[in-house]
């Protein structure tokens, strides 16, 4: 059981270089055949954001069973396109722990600003971790 | 949808338009492929035997792999992905290599000061069970 005094907690990321060839590379995986790869598709704030999320699932104090935790909810929105060039940094942080029946429930936002340390955007995510 | 077709514009848009929708089948290999794309190695979507353990039915794709297609299919529709502003879905059923998805999208506002418009979003497996639900998205024109 996560302890509801990790709310609060934070995690930043490494600046992340959006290049064409990450853009491109993420949109062959999805199957998005368009031909621009200068602008970042809308759900690219889990590729330069990823790493906050990758911190919190490592992290020993906290403790959450990764291997039982499903994505429940997802938002993103953006402040402005984000585009190759872009060197995005990113902060998560726990905003909520809670019980909802057998299930615990971990929302996670993430702020993202650009190489000036200006807003980027936001996203939102609800982690559902199931009983062991 | 293909390049080929023409973008929407805020004056054609109208409440209750539907969007063309979007298939996709979801494969091991591209499921593979997003772990790459996103960074999102966990492997309950890559390692079979990890992901049995666990007690799925085996390897599931990443909700984010079918939250990028509803990204896709708007982005599509709106001519540009810059003006896709704000995105936002429930996780409400796995997707299975195999699976194919079906995504679905309708116009649900429109906004004239601020020139938005919001879609409601959907997505169903091939027995028409959901798998996203109360998502939506806000484009700008």
Partial sequence: VTDVRHVGRSYRTQ???????S???????????????????P?????????AYWQLWQDPEVGL????LVHGEQSFSLERPVRAGDRITTT????GISRRGALELVTFECQSIDQDDHPVGQATCLFIIRPA | MSSM????????????DRLPEMKKEVTREQ??????ASGDHNPIHLDEEFARSV??????????????????????????????????????????PGDTVTCTAEVVKKDSSSKRVTLNLGAVNQRGEKVITKALAEVEF
Wanted: aromatic share 10%.
């Fill in chain 1, 65 to 68: 069973d990764v291997g039982h």
């Fill in chain 2, 5 to 16: 077709t023409a973008s929407a514009t805020f004056e054609s848009v109208e409440v209750g």
């Fill in chain 1, 92 to 95: 998560g942080e726990i905003t």
């Fill in chain 2, 31 to 36: 499921i593979t492929a997003y772990a790459e």
């Fill in chain 1, 43 to 51: 759900t690219f704030g889990m590729v330069y954001g990823f790493d």
């Fill in chain 2, 55 to 96: 007690g799925l039915p085996g390897v599931i794709a990443h909700g984010m792999l079918t939250m990028a297609f509803l990204g896709q299919l708007v982005a599509d529709w709106a001519g540009r992905r810059q003006q896709v502003r704000r995105l936002q879905a429930r996780f409400a059923g796995m997707v299975l």
């Fill in chain 1, 15 to 21: 600046p992340f270089l959006v290049t064409e060839e």
């Fill in chain 1, 23 to 41: 853009i491109r590379q993420f949109m062959s995986a999805i199957g998005d055949t368009a031909a621009d790869a200068s602008i970042a598709p």
